[in-house]
């Protein structure tokens, strides 16, 4: 008994190192540039395992989208977030998105070569509007919660608030290169993240408080 317990944890080890070498391979190469000999030459595995546990390229190119999605939000459903009121609360969702953006390019790049390739993979995985169901219930709380107590003044839909401060965290990472190019500036630098994550919070909250027109 015990060997099969060893046996099933070691192929999902296995498993999870393949995926986690894969995440870097497509996030650089794309689906079409990423090659298999590379992915199990940083594994501790062989092309063969690779092919055995996902069928072939694109199969793990698809596990590795249904990796990345859940893992986002199973990380931000374990903020602690008690007895916050509704503006510390939003702000704590804020700074976990920023970091966790700025912590994983491969993840932006990931998301970016979907949107590239018109989200063909995505749309045949698991993943669906069922992910982000918990963080935009938690978002609708807060907002009902603010307007309640009289602090929040603006009527703002979850999904467009999620969109406010996750294109922000998000264009920061996936367009540094361009901007730093183009604008001389460094966004991912530490005094510049220090400044942009208090101005996406600012902006937001000064939205929330502010009196509809």
Do not use: W
Not at 70 to 97: A, C, G, M, V, Y
Not at 122 to 132: A, M, N
Request: aromatic share 8%; proline share 2%; with cysteine.
């Amino acid at each position: 008994m015990s060997g099969d317990i060893t046996t099933s944890r070691d192929a999902d080890q296995t498993r999870q190192n393949i995926l986690e070498v894969a995440l870097k391979e497509f996030s650089e190469y794309g689906l079409t540039g990423a090659r298999v000999d590379r992915i199990a030459k940083g594994t501790r595995t062989t092309k063969g395992m690779i092919y055995y546990h996902f069928g072939d390229k694109d199969g793990l190119y698809k596990a590795v989208l249904e990796e990345i999605y859940p893992k986002l939000r199973k990380s931000e459903e374990k903020l602690d977030k008690s007895n916050l009121s509704p503006i510390e609360e939003l702000e704590k969702i804020i700074d976990f998105t920023f970091e966790y953006h700025k912590n994983n390019e491969n993840f932006v790049r990931m998301v970016m070569i979907e949107n590239i390739n018109n989200g063909e993979t995505l749309r045949k995985t698991d993943v669906d509007t069922g992910v982000s169901q918990n963080i935009l219930m938690e978002l609708s709380s807060i907002l009902i919660r603010g307007q309640k107590e009289k602090v929040f003044n603006r009527n703002i839909s979850p999904i467009d608030l999620h969109l406010l401060y996750t294109s922000f965290c998000f264009y920061r990472v996936s367009n540094h290169h361009t901007v730093s190019t183009v604008l001389g500036m460094n966004m991912l630098s530490s005094s510049n993240s220090i400044r942009h994550k208090r101005l996406v919070k600012d902006v937001i909250i000064a939205y929330l408080l502010s009196s509809e027109p």
